[in-house]
């Protein structure tokens, strides 16, 4: 009897079989970039989880006060007051700018006592996907005070966590009437060697399912040959030389959460051998793709991996044919790294779509681009999204500009190039999730221009443009 994926892995077999019989005999070398690994911020060193979430927050007010402060002197001048909290002095009213931390109060957030309050059929909760309600607050807290926020600030295009500075007064009854407000922003832009004039290119992917999904192998190995240079005329191979790396942004054993199921101890069991069976696969498609092109893994949401962020890279020992490649790199999510002159930093999607929960920002190229603005990469972590309980830094605020900017496992391709005050040209990536569309990123490293490319049925409608 012969199973359904062995159909699959048959005919894909005799369909590339007779791709390649066609393909030149000429063999092109692939080019070469530079490359640093720049995710050592994101290696956990010790696991302690005994300390308070608070100490996060604390340091990230700290380190960030002083990128924050350089922003509001360009923008409210160099004689507009900075108080703490404590010093506001509320019959003069005085006009002044107060930095600190925001806080989201939200009635509809999900917490531990309403879930306890469901189970016992007290409370019925409705299931929600986004928890933003017209009465939510902005609260600004700094190391020593509270004050609620009132006034020209958008309530629901902010979430928990974000460091913000605010121009105003205190009007005396616990609260703060804001004129205007600013973030951090980018980073100014520092002296690099100049990025690569010839053509090199990157390529984003993400979301790849193997678990249970049949369906996409055959698009993943139309992807693996398109890179390995068997599809194409000769031009399409020699072109497909100068890509030089292949990112996978996450998910790539599963792509979506487990379907609850009662818990009996049968259904357990087939879970735990689709996700071994799913690693196998993975584990083939990253030999093959190992084997001609520098390959960097990140694991996402759904991976086998720990799920407090920064997650840690996936073990070696999940790939025991893939890391007889030098090739192949197991990395963190985040991650960060330079190629060719040009500094890369995403995720596998998290941050965003959990931004997206909490306000209402929609648009994941918009919440990219809020990020930067925030300079940092998951605010909402640990509030909302579970975060490892730093206590000495914080590891996810953007110190320096990054060129190419991207978000795994989203609905969509999307892109964008950003504009920063100061100059900062950030290529922004929506890096679409191939179990569901089929597609992959790429972007040029010399000149930042980015395309999607299909390899099945996926409508090319829809993706976004933006240059």
């Not at 939510?136 to 509270?146: F, P, V």
């Not at 010839?198 to 693996?224: C, H, K, W, Y």
């Not at 996402?300 to 490649?325: I, K, S």
Request: glycine content about 6%; overall charge negative; proline content about 6%.
């Amino acid at each position: 009897m012969i199973l359904e994926d062995d159909r699959t892995a048959a005919r894909t077999g005799k369909f590339l079989a007779s791709l390649r019989s066609g393909v030149s005999e000429n063999v092109h070398q692939r080019a070469e970039c530079d490359y640093k690994d720049l995710s050592k911020k994101f290696a956990l060193q010790t696991k302690d989880y005994t300390k308070q979430f608070a100490h996060i927050y604390a340091i990230r007010l700290v380190r960030m006060r002083e990128m924050i402060t350089k922003r509001v002197r360009r923008k409210w001048g160099p004689d507009m007051p900075i108080r703490k909290l404590i010093d506001l002095k509320e019959e003069e009213h005085e006009k002044c700018v107060i930095i600190g931390t925001l806080f989201k109060h939200q009635e509809l957030k999900p917490s531990i006592l309403k879930e306890i309050s469901e189970e016992n059929q007290l409370i019925p909760q409705p299931q929600r996907t986004q928890f933003v309600d017209e009465h939510d607050q902005l609260i600004l807290e700094d190391e020593q005070q509270r004050i609620h926020l009132v006034g020209s600030i958008d309530v629901h295009s902010s979430v928990t966590g974000i460091v913000s500075a605010v121009l105003g007064r205190d009007t005396g009854s616990g609260r703060f009437e804001v004129e205007d407000h600013c973030f951090a922003s980018l980073p100014e832009p520092v002296e690099r060697p100049l990025p690569i004039q010839e053509n090199r290119f990157i390529i984003l992917i993400s979301g790849l399912g193997l678990t249970n999904n049949a369906d996409v192998l055959l698009p993943l190995q139309m992807f693996v040959d398109w890179v390995g240079g068997y599809l194409g005329d000769a031009g399409d191979q020699q072109r497909q030389t100068q890509a030089v790396r292949v990112i996978i942004a996450g998910n790539s054993v599963r792509h979506m959460a487990d379907h609850k199921a009662p818990l009996l101890s049968n259904v357990h069991k087939i879970e735990v051998e689709d996700a071994i069976k799913g690693t196998k696969l993975l584990d083939d498609f990253l030999a093959q793709l190992a084997s001609f092109i520098d390959v960097d893994i990140m694991p996402g949401e759904f991976d086998p991996a720990n799920h407090m962020l920064p997650q840690q890279p996936l073990h070696c020992c999940m790939f025991p044919q893939a890391t007889q490649y030098e090739t192949m790199h197991s990395v963190s999510n985040p991650y960060e790294c330079e190629i060719g002159g040009r500094r890369i930093l995403g995720t596998a999607g998290q941050p965003v779509d959990d931004v997206a929960r909490y306000s209402k920002l929609t648009d994941p190229l918009r919440i990219l681009e809020q990020t930067l603005e925030w300079a940092h990469l998951a605010p909402t972590c640990p509030d909302t999204l579970t975060g490892y309980p730093f206590y000495q830094e914080d590891p996810f605020i953007i110190t320096d500009c990054p060129d190419i900017y991207f978000a795994g496992n989203q609905s969509q391709f999307q892109t964008a190039l950003y504009k920063g005050p100061e100059g900062q040209a950030v290529r922004l990536v929506c890096v679409p999730t191939f179990a569901k569309t089929y597609s992959c990123a790429v972007v040029n490293l010399a000149n930042l221009d980015c395309y999607p490319l299909f390899f099945g049925a996926g409508d090319v409608s829809d993706c976004e443009v933006d240059n």
